[in-house]
């Protein structure tokens, strides 16, 4: 059973680059399949930040392409988001969560574990 | 870029059948899935590759897609099922959230 595990500061100041990590467990990363991280500001919807593969391919939504970095660490089986220059509107429960697509059909991507979630408050 | 609308909320009766709508353009030549999530909790994945269930996702729940709309259908709808759903796509290298719909079960 693969499990994933959020961590990080639950509060961040602005201007400052939030730093989140994902632990996975019951599957190794190098094995495939993409990771990714997608937010949920409260009582809004869900937001897709970016995914990875641990050959280092990455996909980063466009919106927040310019402040996202996503890497890998295969040896601790982990991998982390970073979000820079963040502000109010970056407050959200940060979720990372694996890609239950195969990865050499293009088209299929769908999310089929996730973390339980971690709040970060983005205040002074 | 790409979006996916969908209604903000739907009610049904317990028993009674409750489906969603995700409309996209030609969303139908694309895969959508679709996810619930309960209040404080993660989404769950109960609909894949358009019409495909999880292990442990009941019959109940079934999926479509077809033209620009994709449909979650719930059948013989439970109380347990009251809970927001969002459908997902793939579109130019990015996943997309549909905009969420709750349900309601009266």
């Known amino acids: 059973q693969v499990q994933l595990q959020e961590s990080g500061p639950g509060l961040v100041k602005p201007s400052e680059t939030l730093s989140l990590t994902c632990a996975v467990s019951g599957y190794s990363i190098s094995s495939g399949y993409y990771w990714g991280w997608i937010r949920q500001p409260p009582g809004m919807g869900l937001e897709w930040i970016g995914s990875l593969h641990h050959s280092g391919s990455t996909y980063y939504n466009p919106s927040l392409k310019s402040r996202v970095t996503i890497s890998v660490d295969t040896s601790k089986n982990q991998f982390s988001l970073k979000l820079s220059s963040v502000t109010a509107a970056d407050t959200a429960v940060y979720y990372c969560?694996?890609?239950?697509?195969?990865?050499?059909?293009?088209?299929?991507?769908?999310?089929?574990?996730w973390g339980q979630g971690t709040l970060v408050t983005v205040s002074s | 870029s790409y979006e996916l609308t969908q209604p903000p909320s739907v009610s049904v009766s317990p028993g009674q059948t409750a489906s969603i709508t995700c409309s996209g353009d030609k969303l139908g030549d694309k895969y959508a899935c679709w996810y619930q999530q309960k209040p404080g909790q993660s989404p769950i994945l109960v609909i894949y590759q358009d019409s495909k269930r999880p292990s442990g996702i009941p019959e109940r729940f079934s999926g479509s897609n077809s033209g620009n709309t994709a449909t979650l259908t719930i059948s013989g709808t439970q109380a347990m099922d009251e809970a927001d759903y969002y459908c997902?796509?793939?579109?130019?290298?990015?996943?997309?959230f549909g905009t969420g719909t709750k349900v309601t079960v009266l």
């Open positions: 997902q796509a793939w579109d130019s290298s990015s996943y997309v």
């Open positions: 969560a694996k890609d239950g697509g195969v990865v050499v059909v293009t088209a299929i991507h769908y999310f089929d574990y």
